[in-house]
């Protein structure tokens, strides 16, 4: 009777210490696996931060340090005062009034050197004018009028009697496009422009630029 009573107790201390073993064991993986879970989240967070300042960084290095050639035009021309001659001596003389438009499209501004627009007929440049430098503020269109004295004396009997006279005009601004006081890179901006001039009605038609 003792005996079997000790082994009873022999037996239920080993069934009490295995399941002691597994609840602990049971507790053990409970713990762990908030740790293993708070693990994962941090490095998806980590990895989706460093996916999104990639992003930024790309649009940063599209948008801010991308840097274009500013865009020059001449929006509108206009006669002052024409003169001009037939056979036996075809010529003639004009004064123009231009507007020129400068657009900085950069996130810098543009400072630019004095340049000189010119106005020419069969590919002979007929007149001149300076452009004096200036500053060209961010994402800013900067106007400024120009008078031009043309005179040409070579000029072709034909066109004269048509009364119509194909013109070309030229222009370039070099400088600098300075961002956040780091970036300053070189760049020009160039007008190419094609008109034509009535000589009976002193007036410009067809101005385009490209």
Same mark, same amino acid.
Do not use: W
């Given at each position: *009777?003792?005996?079997?009573?000790?082994?009873?107790?022999?037996?239920?201390r080993r069934d009490d210490l295995e399941f002691s073993t597994?609840?602990?064991?049971?507790?053990?993986?409970?713990?762990?696996?908030?740790?293993?879970?708070?693990?994962?989240?941090?490095?998806? =967070?980590?990895?989706?931060?460093?996916?999104?300042?990639?992003?930024?960084?790309?649009? !940063?290095?599209?948008?801010?340090?991308?840097?274009?050639?500013?865009?020059?035009? @001449?929006?509108? #021309?206009? #006669?002052?005062?024409?003169?001009?001659?037939?056979?036996?001596?075809?010529? !003639?003389?004009?004064?123009?009034?231009?507007? *020129?438009?400068?657009?900085?499209?950069?996130?810098?501004?543009? %400072?630019? %050197?004095?340049?000189?627009?010119?106005?020419?007929?069969?590919?002979?440049?007929?007149?001149?004018?300076?452009?004096?430098?200036?500053?060209?503020?961010?994402?800013?269109?900067?106007?400024?009028?120009?008078?031009?004295? @043309?005179?040409?004396?070579?000029?072709? %009997?034909?066109? #004269?009697?048509?009364?119509?006279? %194909?013109?070309?005009?030229?222009?370039?601004?070099?400088?600098?496009? =300075?961002?956040?006081?780091?970036?300053?890179?070189?760049?020009?901006?160039? *007008?190419? $422009?094609? *008109?034509?001039?009535?000589?009976?009605?002193?007036?410009?038609?067809?101005?385009? $630029?490209?």
């Open positions: *009777m003792t005996e079997e009573l000790y082994a009873d107790r022999r037996y239920l597994f609840k602990h064991g049971d507790q053990a993986d409970q713990l762990s696996r908030p740790a293993r879970s708070t693990t994962g989240r941090c490095f998806v =967070c980590v990895l989706a931060g460093f996916v999104v300042l990639s992003v930024v960084v790309l649009v !940063f290095a599209a948008t801010v340090l991308r840097v274009k050639s500013p865009d020059a035009k @001449l929006t509108s #021309v206009t #006669v002052k005062s024409l003169t001009y001659g037939g056979s036996p001596s075809p010529s !003639f003389n004009a004064t123009l009034v231009a507007e *020129m438009s400068v657009k900085n499209m950069n996130f810098g501004y543009f %400072e630019f %050197e004095s340049g000189v627009a010119n106005v020419r007929y069969g590919g002979v440049i007929v007149g001149k004018r300076r452009i004096v430098g200036g500053v060209l503020n961010a994402k800013g269109t900067m106007k400024m009028n120009i008078t031009v004295d @043309l005179t040409a004396s070579n000029v072709s %009997e034909i066109d #004269v009697n048509s009364g119509v006279l %194909e013109l070309g005009s030229y222009a370039k601004l070099r400088g600098r496009i =300075c961002s956040m006081k780091i970036l300053k890179k070189i760049k020009t901006a160039e *007008m190419n $422009c094609t *008109m034509t001039i009535n000589l009976t009605a002193a007036t410009i038609n067809d101005l385009l $630029c490209k």
